[in-house]
């Protein structure tokens, strides 16, 4: 049983590239969500998703995109990379249809842009 | 948006005494508020949930309050240790669909 798991650990892009941050669970929750983690901002939500087939945007979705086919998979697009954008990213899960349950963390994702 | 502060950005105490970290919000009152540790470089792991209609909830050492006169939840760690050092997150979730609502915590050292 991995629970969350996130990929890649580390990841450096140049300005204007694309990449998928890869989010899985194996507990078959059906809520799942998105946070990017800067300093002396705290954990900021980009988007979240209550179920298969469903998303919303949170505080900051500028810039990324998701889409949820499974329940098990959450990917986070960054379609065009932007300085702004390093950060350290958490994808969470929670067992209910919403977040009222306890959120199970990933171990996160670094990502800089050059 | 409804918005939840910790005001400290960093706490030190010595080993052995109670360390209380504060999380208050604004407008009405959550639903729920939890209480999260994130050690660096790993994500946050949950501790304590706490609804509104209750006033405290233990586990262990730990103790959570949820005061809605004050808008405010306290978290404290009786008989601290250094091993409880780490960066103490709350969260808000209000209703439905909502998401969780997180506060950009406290980093907690406790000093041998």
């Known amino acids: 049983n991995a629970g969350v798991t996130q990929t890649p650990k580390f990841q450096v892009l140049k300005t204007g590239q694309s990449m998928t941050l890869q989010c899985a669970q194996d507990m078959n929750h059906e809520y799942m969500s998105w946070y990017r983690q800067d300093p002396g901002m705290g954990l900021r939500l980009i988007h979240y998703s209550v179920g298969a087939g469903i998303t919303d945007q949170g505080e900051v979705p500028n810039g990324y995109n998701v889409s949820r086919s499974t329940t098990e998979d959450f990917p986070l697009r960054l379609l065009s990379a932007a300085p702004s954008q390093t950060s350290v990213y958490f994808c969470a899960t929670a067992g209910g249809g919403t977040a009222t349950d306890t959120q199970y963390f990933g171990p996160g994702t670094r990502l800089t842009v050059l | 948006s409804q918005k939840i502060e910790q005001n400290s950005e960093a706490l030190n105490i010595q080993e052995g005494k109670t360390a209380t970290l504060t999380c208050n919000y604004t407008n009405y009152s959550p639903a729920y508020l939890q209480w999260y540790r994130q050690d660096p470089g790993r994500g946050p792991v949950f501790l304590l949930l706490?609804?509104?209609?209750?006033k405290e909830k233990r586990k262990e050492r730990l103790k959570v309050t949820f005061d809605t006169t004050l808008k405010q939840s306290l978290f404290h760690i009786t008989a601290s240790q250094p091993a409880d050092s780490a960066t103490y997150l709350c969260?808000?979730?209000?209703?439905?669909?909502?998401?969780?609502?997180f506060g950009k915590g406290t980093r907690l050292s406790v000093i041998a």
């Open positions: 706490i609804r509104e209609n209750e």
């Open positions: 969260a808000r979730f209000d209703s439905g669909n909502t998401p969780l609502v």
